[in-house]
């Protein structure tokens, strides 16, 4: 099993930047494809970016294509999210989840983190 921690979110001005970071436990988190996922109060969870085990492939949604950037380093067993040019429709309840069969749903995912908040104000 995987135990998922994530930090980092807080609250910060339009155009700004944070980076969240989501701890692993287990030594099988290298095998794990790792994504990101969001919640936005009253509306459905959705993808965010997705990393793949070996780190050689992402993807990401096209609402933030350009602004955020998911790595990861498996020797820390973290997973993190560099989110630039934040925008007032980014914030959300941030997850990080790992599996990710089908890496840009959240079906595809078997463990997940309890979330961190983020809010960019206007």
């Known amino acids: 099993q995987v135990q998922l921690v994530e930090s980092g979110g807080g609250l910060v001005q339009a155009g700004g930047s944070l980076r969240l970071s989501c701890a692993g436990s287990?030594?099988?988190?290298?095998?794990?494809?790792m994504g990101w996922f969001r919640q936005a109060p009253g509306k459905e969870r959705e993808f965010v970016a997705a990393i793949r085990w070996s780190g050689e492939s992402t993807y990401y949604a096209d609402s933030v294509k350009g602004r955020f950037t998911i790595s990861r380093d498996n020797a820390k067993n973290t997973v993190y999210l560099q989110m630039n040019s934040l925008k007032p429709e980014d914030t959300a309840v941030y997850y990080c989840a790992a599996g990710g069969v089908q890496i840009t749903t959240t079906r595809g995912y078997d463990y997940w983190g309890q979330g961190t908040q983020v809010t960019v104000s206007s």
């Open positions: 287990g030594r099988t988190f290298s095998s794990y494809n």
